[in-house]
């Protein structure tokens, strides 16, 4: 059963930084790219960047890009999200989830999201 | 960057047919997609490629894509498809991810 199990929630203060993690299992992780999927409160899904985790190969969405930055280990296959200096802005749900194929556009499994809160 | 537009919400009453538009400039010379996501819940894909339904998606729903017109259909709405509703696409000129609004589904 393929599965993407996240880091669960966080409470940071501004001006720290986080890393939150996506372990997936039941399948090869190195051949579906991840992609990370942010929703802040009562909004929609705004889609951060990508990574291909077979060679780490990463792509952002220009509203992301310089902000976040996106990681895997394929040896322990996970990937990562993470934030140098968090802002309150940032307080969201974020999801991973895989692409139905690298190449591909949507993605067929999302994992169950992580929500952090950034607040002094 | 590539944008998708959706109406914030649409009503249809129980048994009766949802039409939910998304679009987008050329949006029909790509794939669109489409997920549900219920409140408190990861989204789950209903509609790939277009018109493509994955495994355990129930018939009633179906899609369409052409011109600047992406369109999810759902025949013989039950309450439980109230839901929001994401259309998705690839900007093929960028190589990104790109996401519609979201559309409110009430079942009244």
Same mark, same amino acid.
């Given at each position: 059963e393929v599965q993407l199990v996240q880091s669960g929630a966080e409470v940071k203060k501004p001006g720290e930084s986080l890393r939150i993690s996506c372990k997936g299992s039941g399948? /090869?992780?190195?051949s579906y790219w991840i992609s990370w999927v942010r929703q802040m409160p009562g909004k929609g899904l705004e889609w951060m960047g990508r990574i291909d985790?077979?060679?780490s190969y990463t792509s952002y969405s220009p509203s992301f890009q310089g902000h976040v930055t996106i990681s895997a280990d394929k040896s322990i296959s996970t990937a990562y999200l993470q934030w140098s200096t968090l802002k309150a802005s940032d307080t969201a749900m974020y999801y991973c989830a895989r692409h139905a194929? /690298?190449? /591909? /556009?949507?993605?067929d499994y999302w994992g169950q999201g992580t929500l952090f809160t950034v607040s002094s | 960057s590539y944008e998708l537009t959706q109406p914030p919400s649409v009503s249809v009453s129980p048994g009766h047919t949802a039409s939910i538009t998304c679009s987008g400039?050329?949006?029909?010379y790509k794939y669109a997609c489409w997920y549900q996501q219920k409140p408190g819940q990861s989204p789950v894909l209903?509609?790939? =490629?277009?018109?493509k339904r994955p495994s355990g998606?129930?018939?009633?729903f179906s899609g369409s894509n052409s011109g600047n017109t992406a369109t999810l259909t759902i025949s013989?709405? =039950?309450?439980?498809?109230?839901a929001d509703y994401y259309c998705q696409a690839w900007d093929s000129n960028t190589a990104k991810v790109a996401f519609g609004g979201g559309t409110k589904l009430t079942v009244l």
């Open positions: 399948y /090869s992780f190195t985790p077979s060679d194929s /690298s190449g /591909s /556009s949507h993605f | 400039d050329d949006l029909g209903v509609i790939s =490629q277009d018109t998606i129930p018939e009633r013989g709405t =039950q309450a439980m498809d109230e």
